[in-house]
């Protein structure tokens, strides 16, 4: 594996936000880390907490991420976003995309449903697990 190779990956890492990757080429393997970058400062805001949170089964089904990559609400930057909250989905509707190493993979329903929450920004990076929907059966 060349330097620019090396680079590439390395630029690759940056824009995922990801602090290691390892590459195995020909009986090679190279491993990249980075020290995550220090989040900014963010002013102290206080939060009132409900008085008694809704037990967990009231509070539906969370869709996650699969893989680490850039959430997008909607197939392109003017079109309107898959779901709303509110909507109701049938299973394989596509709820959103994930965009990981350039490939954009939408993610499905896995069952039918109502979108009660949409817990990712659309441009967000978002890890494997990450929750991105939460919904209702139907």
């Not at 590439?8 to 602090?19: D, F, P, S």
């Not at 590459?23 to 880390?33: F, G, K």
């Not at 329903?109 to 890890?127: F, L, P, W, Y």
């Amino acid at each position: 594996m060349n330097d620019a190779e090396i680079r590439k990956y390395a630029i690759l890492m940056q824009e995922l936000g990801l602090t290691g990757l390892e590459v195995t080429e020909n009986d090679r393997v190279v491993r990249l880390e980075r020290t995550p970058a220090a989040p900014a400062a963010a002013p102290v805001t206080t939060v009132p907490l409900p008085e008694e949170p809704a037990p967990l089964e009231d509070r539906g089904t969370v869709v996650t991420s699969p893989m680490v990559g850039v959430f997008y609400a909607a197939p392109a930057e003017d079109a309107d976003p898959f779901v709303k909250v509110g909507d109701v989905v049938r299973k394989g509707q596509t709820l959103c995309i994930v965009e990981a190493m350039k490939l954009m993979n939408e993610i499905t329903a896995e069952q039918d449903g109502e979108i009660t929450e949409i817990c990712a920004a659309n441009g967000q990076v978002v890890d494997y697990g990450c929750p991105l929907f939460r919904m209702k059966g139907s």
